[in-house]
């Protein structure tokens, strides 16, 4: 473990410096949960010495960033990292208010206080908007109900008002924010809500206990793409689509340190080994435990091949079979800028098939396609004979992003943009992929050949995937899957297709 950032401050050169020490130290994987904002590559000691990582075949997975669901809000856009999202996983963290008829009613939180027994009187206050009439409540159980997102003015209201404990009933489902309380809270749907009201109605004195930390596994819909994860595109390049990859990382348990406290009750700081934390900085260093898999079973294989086999291996799918939703887009099937290629895949991505494989002179004619100055290359490469003979933006990319934002006179004339890709045969006898293209609304999408023939291991292959459509798009985000699948085999290797409106300007050419 490397420490980078301090409480005198943050900068570039400590950054670098953890990070070029451990490439010394002879690591394998890097795990980065931080990122800088809204800086070009050649000012970003991240992209800088990440690139230094990549020519000594170092795999780095960075966090995405907690800025969502606003797009181009992503950090850590660096062709030559991964990029790492932030999903739910299959868990919740549950609470029971019993009634004092014998019936009870269960919902989300997270309060780790003792559970009572005893039954406390019950009100239902609806809006729960006076704090002067919350006061006079007493110990008393409160039952608020969120109205025009006013829960995180009712849950401050309730806590000031010191009463007994309160119970919120909200359609709101992105509760993370609210659900670690330092009073006893318990966060009801509208469906529950309704049988708490009932109770309160049909009883003269009607009283409930509460009770907590309740665990519940196999919780549907999982994974589910969080709000707060950063959406691409990457501010900083554009040109390859981010994130990369979906991983674990909303209220996520692990190690935490003795002397910071995990949470507050009653005035009085809780201590633990443990401790649940959201956020892209918990999904990173799960893809890195990935990597770490894969660099394992494939010692040789370059961090752009393990990037490639986690990517076109992940799921798309929930744990019901449907497409993975975005809670930042109202449960909507989440699009790659949110979630990239799909949530991570251990199993499947030791075994992907085909792989999208990328060198060091590839990355080099990214930069030279940027109109960065020869200094600024340098900056970057730390070499003074950068080859700028073929410059190209379309890298051998596992994913595809094309922008449709012109702004002139003519938006609706026709127009192609084409992807030229090579992939790299990994299996043991000849096969034959055949690929497919789920539809992008208000485009054509075209592979060309659209099989291909692979007669040994390590073959390689190329095809290219057009995207026809007006020169201005007016669907702000349009996606679909490029999948080439074995013929009679049992691989399938997935890559997201992007068209967007969304500005395609980068800091680098703003600076």
Same mark, same amino acid.
């Given at each position: ?52 990582? &990549?020519? #000594?075949? $170092?795999?780095?997975?960075?966090? +995405?960033?907690?800025? /969502?669901?606003? @797009?181009? !809000? ?76 006013? &829960?995180? #003015?009712? $849950?401050?209201?309730?806590?000031? +008002?010191?009463?007994? /404990?309160?119970? @919120?009933? !909200? ?341």
């Amino acid at each position: 473990m490397y420490k980078a950032l301090w409480e005198e401050g943050n900068l570039s050169s400590d950054i670098i410096a953890a990070i070029e020490q451990a490439i010394i130290d002879g690591v394998d994987v890097l795990s980065l949960s931080f990122g800088l904002d809204g800086v070009a590559l050649y000012e970003d000691p991240v992209a800088i010495a990440t690139f230094s990582a &990549l020519e #000594k075949g $170092v795999f780095v997975s960075t966090s +995405a960033g907690n800025e /969502g669901p606003f @797009f181009g !809000t992503l950090h850590n856009g660096i062709p030559w990292v991964l990029t790492v999202a932030a999903a739910t996983i299959d868990r919740d963290f549950e609470g029971t208010a019993h009634f004092g008829n014998g019936g009870s009613i269960t919902g989300s939180t997270l309060f780790p206080g003792n559970s009572s027994s005893t039954q406390f009187p019950i009100v239902f206050l609806d809006a729960c908007d006076s704090l002067k009439k919350l006061k006079q409540v007493g110990k008393k159980i409160v039952v608020c109900q969120d109205r025009n997102d006013s &829960l995180g #003015k009712q $849950v401050y209201n309730v806590n000031k +008002a010191t009463v007994a /404990g309160g119970l @919120f009933i !909200t359609d709101n489902t992105d509760l993370e924010l609210f659900l670690q309380s330092p009073f006893p809270t318990i966060f009801l749907s509208p469906k529950e809500g309704e049988a708490i009201k009932d109770y309160i109605n049909s009883n003269s004195q009607p009283t409930a206990s509460l009770e907590f930390r309740k665990t519940l596994l196999g919780t549907k819909p999982a994974p589910v793409t969080t709000s707060y994860t950063s959406r691409g595109p990457s501010p900083s390049f554009p040109f390859t689509l981010k994130p990369d990859i979906l991983a674990p990382g909303s209220l996520i348990l692990a190690a935490w340190p003795q002397n910071n406290a995990v949470a507050v009750v009653n005035n009085k700081d809780l201590f633990s080994n443990f401790n649940l934390l959201s956020g892209t900085s918990m999904a990173c260093p799960h893809a890195a435990g990935l990597a770490a898999l894969l660099k394992a079973a494939y010692p040789k294989w370059s961090p752009a091949a393990i990037r490639s086999a986690m990517m076109t291996t992940s799921d798309t799918l929930d744990n019901t079979l449907s497409p993975i939703k975005d809670i930042g887009d109202g449960y909507q099937p989440a699009s790659p800028l949110a979630m990239g290629a799909g949530h991570v895949n251990p199993n499947k991505a030791l075994d992907p098939g085909l792989i999208y494989d990328a060198d060091i002179e590839d990355y080099i004619n990214l930069l030279c396609a940027l109109n960065y100055t020869n200094k600024q290359i340098q900056t970057i490469t730390k070499s003074a004979s950068n080859n700028c003979s073929t410059p190209s933006l379309d890298l051998n990319y596992p994913s595809f992003i094309a922008f449709f934002n012109a702004n002139d006179s003519k938006p609706n004339v026709q127009t192609t943009q084409e992807f030229r890709r090579t992939v790299t045969y990994i299996g043991k006898r000849q096969s034959t992929y055949v690929a497919s293209v789920t539809p992008l609304k208000g485009f054509e999408v075209a592979v060309v050949p659209n099989t291909l023939k692979f007669k040994e291991e390590g073959e390689k292959l190329s095809f290219v995937l057009s995207i026809k459509g007006p020169r201005r798009t007016k669907e702000t985000v349009a996606f679909g899957y490029l999948t080439w699948a074995e013929s009679g085999g049992e691989h399938v290797v997935r890559s997201p297709v992007v068209a967007t409106n969304l500005s395609s300007d980068t800091v680098s050419l703003q600076s």
